[in-house]
């Protein structure tokens, strides 16, 4: 760890710090979680909650564990593994098992995060890894999507909104209406899109996150979907594309992530991202493609970022007088 | 339309200028002054006297030992009573001439009318060539903090075309610039008037960023009406709006190439108190002897004093009142690029003195300060003003690869200070990258030698 800590240095300039530390800045994103985690609570019931709980505390427990370990400087105290752990269980439907999420959670967090340096040097969203793990490895805990309890029935299995497009059924069942509030099946906290982007207007009145790369990112979808769409050329379901799967959660808390998307060129990559998802949309064999969409802009972030030089101050410039 | 440099940031809401900018300058004459042989970070002077010698204000009493620096004069009138050898941080020495005056200055002073500080003055008399000597021989160098001797940017090849005058006085807590322009307005005009002259320049603008608009006002009424090449902008504020190259980015809208000076795009940046000074060597015979000092933040009396060259800090502090807070951080200059001076409780113990480019003696709380891992959250990236990457260069700093920091442009860096300010994690980008800065230069300098 030689490269995180080193000396100490005191009376170095600046001599004025803006009023902002990284634990202020997580503390900030689990407030903007909260909304949708709430609305999960009252769509989903009890589940939701013991979820969200498990996934917090291993992911806490499992960085704080492997920090003494290794005697490393403890960093638990930032709450970066907090909001690692409401991702992970927001990316989950409700009837996942509670080892399913421990064990996305310990991997997210050893795996993904520690073994690449910890906060800020993980190459890849340690959530979406988690739920690419549960994927690969036990599909069906993953897959049990039930409706809501508002949707007139008790909970029963059923197919998302966005698998029942992509099977070119007409969606009779639920209203656009409803799927902006979220009372559709599907993720834990994927549904309700009013809340979430509640959350994510508080993030950006408090300047964690900037909005292009969001924007960016939903518009290449929505785009690509619309022009190649199943039903014909620019036939493509706008509202439905936006609205139904998880297109809002990851782009206004997963493709404005800090670590694994380059700062610099985060709109070229949530461009990648975009396209990646919809072509996984259109053409893939999942009805979803937002958690591959956004790994694999995490992957190219560091290729991008040197094929795209900055201009430098002073650098090529010509010398002429003005 | 606005003019805007590429980055930079807004570091406090005005607040910390308001301590020290609603009382006129004030003036101090100490007993006895300490003059540095070093007025500058790079300039070195010989001290031409012995101690007993006796000096009358404004006698030579430092010439330059090479390029860099300029003349330095005895400040107040006196007898040599010693002289002080030191080496700066760098392990360079120096000599320290310490002054002591006979009688009270301070009570029997009769300011004398000077006629540049009424009015605008005709300088048709006088050549270009005399006055880049004057600057010469009156030892001016920048006074806003670089502290470059002045004659040496006019002696270039370059033609030159217009003249940019820094008021921008973009560091919080120092307003030093604000209350000279205030209350010196026609000298500084005069001021600007030779630099056009020496420069054989179009025309000048004055640059004031907006927090200071009454001064602008001010200066504007001055010259409306008058036939001067000059003219007054009022910039949106921002820092760091003070650097040179922001400067010419934010007015010419042209960058400044890599390695040059202002002068390879047709343009000379000067600040507002050294064009007040050039007026004093020029039109009032005075070399530069004196200047104006902001003694700001957790001091009784927050206060602009102008003062002679060298004296001591630790008078100042007292002359304010002292200090407020428990233990104090004591910068010479403003808060984001100033050198910490001590940390402590006692004023006493304050070494130093005030030279020509020393705009503020600012006093701080002392805090903690720790750093945590880097996040990646590109602030750093999108304030610098020289469009740097400022977290890899800190990486790269740390792990020792100077390769990759030469790479990734660390020689651009200004040293502005506004990656630190932003850093979420608290790291000090802007040290380790200037220190990463210098080293290249060390070894640049190393290999052309061989």
């Not at chain 1, 098992?97 to 040097?121: D, H, L, R």
């Not at chain 1, 190459?123 to 490895?137: H, V």
């Not at chain 2, 001290?47 to 330095?72: E, T, W």
């Amino acid at each position: 760890m030689k490269l995180k800590f080193v000396e100490r240095l005191h009376g170095v300039s600046p001599h004025i710090t803006m009023d902002r530390s990284t634990k202020e800045i997580m503390q900030d994103v689990v407030i903007a979680l909260t909304p949708a985690f709430l609305g999960s609570i009252y769509f989903f019931g009890i589940n939701a909650l013991i979820l969200v709980l498990t996934a917090v505390t291993t992911c806490v427990l499992s960085e704080y564990v492997w920090q003494k370990i290794r005697r490393e400087k403890l960093t638990v105290g930032d709450w970066s593994a907090v909001v690692t752990g409401m991702l992970l269980a927001f990316n989950v439907p409700a009837t996942t098992p509670i080892w399913a999420v421990m064990v996305a959670s310990v991997f997210a967090i050893i795996v993904v995060k520690q073994f690449f340096g910890g906060i800020g040097s993980n190459f890849a969203n340690p959530a979406l890894m988690g739920r690419a793990l549960l994927l690969f490895l036990w599909p069906s805990t993953i897959s049990g999507y039930v409706t809501t309890y508002h949707a007139g029935t008790d909970a029963i299995s059923s197919a998302t909104v966005l698998g029942l497009y992509k099977s070119g059924a007409q969606i009779t069942e639920y209203s656009k209406w409803d799927m902006f509030i979220g009372n559709i099946p599907g993720c834990l906290g994927e549904t309700s899109k009013l809340l979430l982007l509640i959350g994510f207007a508080y993030l950006c009145y408090r300047r964690v996150v900037n909005m292009a790369a969001a924007g960016a990112y939903i518009l290449t979808v929505l785009l690509v979907t619309f022009i190649f769409s199943n039903e014909g050329l620019f036939q493509g379901d706008i509202l439905t594309n936006l609205l139904s799967g998880g297109l809002i959660l990851g782009a206004c808390y997963m493709m404005t992530d800090y670590a694994s998307v380059a700062p610099r060129v985060k709109v070229t990559l949530a461009v990648i991202a975009g396209l990646v998802t919809a072509g996984i949309r259109l053409w893939g064999k999942l009805p979803e493609g937002v958690s591959y969409g956004i790994l694999v802009a995490n992957c190219l972030s560091g290729l991008v970022d040197s094929i795209i030089k900055p201009h430098i101050y002073g650098v090529n410039v010509r010398k002429n007088k003005v | 339309m606005k003019k805007y440099f590429h980055g930079g940031i807004h570091p406090s809401d005005g607040s910390d200028k308001i301590l020290s900018n609603q009382v006129p300058i004030r003036m101090y004459t100490p007993q006895s002054v300490e003059i540095s042989m070093k007025q500058s970070p790079n300039g070195f002077c010989n001290a031409v006297v012995k101690v007993g010698d006796n000096v009358s204000k404004g006698d030579l009493i430092g010439i330059p030992r090479g390029f860099g620096a300029a003349n330095i004069h005895a400040s107040i009138g006196g007898t040599v009573t010693d002289i002080i050898k030191t080496k700066d941080n760098q392990g360079r020495e120096f000599e320290t001439v310490v002054i002591r005056s006979e009688e009270n200055e301070n009570a029997a002073k009769d300011l004398p009318d000077k006629e540049y500080e009424k009015k605008i003055v005709d300088i048709t008399s006088f050549s270009r060539d005399e006055i880049i000597k004057k600057m010469d021989e009156g030892g001016l160098i920048g006074m806003g903090g670089a502290g470059f001797p002045t004659h040496i940017k006019y002696e270039t090849k370059d033609e030159i075309n217009y003249i940019l005058i820094n008021g921008a006085e973009c560091e919080p807590y120092l307003t030093c610039d604000h209350m000279l322009m205030k209350e010196h307005g026609y000298a500084i005009i005069n001021g600007v008037h030779l630099f056009i002259k020496a420069a054989n320049a179009k025309k000048a603008y004055i640059c004031i960023e907006d927090n200071k608009q009454d001064v602008a006002h001010e200066l504007k009424k001055i010259i409306s009406d008058k036939e001067l090449p000059i003219e007054i902008l009022i910039l949106p504020t921002r820092y760091p709006q003070g650097g040179e190259r922001q400067l010419t980015e934010a007015v010419l809208r042209k960058e400044v190439p890599a390695g040059s000076l202002p002068s390879a795009v047709g343009t000379i940046i000067n600040n507002v108190g050294t064009a007040k000074a050039l007026a004093d060597i020029v039109l009032g015979g005075e070399p530069v002897i004196s200047r104006v000092v902001t003694v700001t933040g957790k001091v009784k009396n927050p206060c602009n004093y102008l003062v002679p060259i060298g004296t001591r800090y630790s008078e100042l502090i007292q002359e304010s009142g002292g200090f407020t807070a428990e233990i104090c951080r004591v910068i010479e200059g403003g808060p984001m690029t100033g050198n910490c001076i001590m940390i402590g409780k006692e004023p006493e113990k304050i070494m130093g003195s005030v030279a020509k480019n020393t705009s503020g003696l600012l006093v701080l709380e002392d805090f903690e300060k720790t750093e945590s891992p880097c996040i990646r959250c590109g602030e750093c990236e999108r304030v610098c003003p020289a469009g740097l990457a400022p977290y890899k260069i800190d990486f790269a700093e740390i792990e020792g690869d100077i390769n990759l920091c030469e790479k990734l442009y660390a020689t651009e860096c200004i040293s502005c200070g506004s990656c630190s300010y932003v850093c979420p994690a608290k790291r000090e980008l802007a040290y380790r990258i200037t220190k990463a800065k210098n080293e290249i230069f060390r070894i640049r300098r190393e290999r052309s030698g061989k």
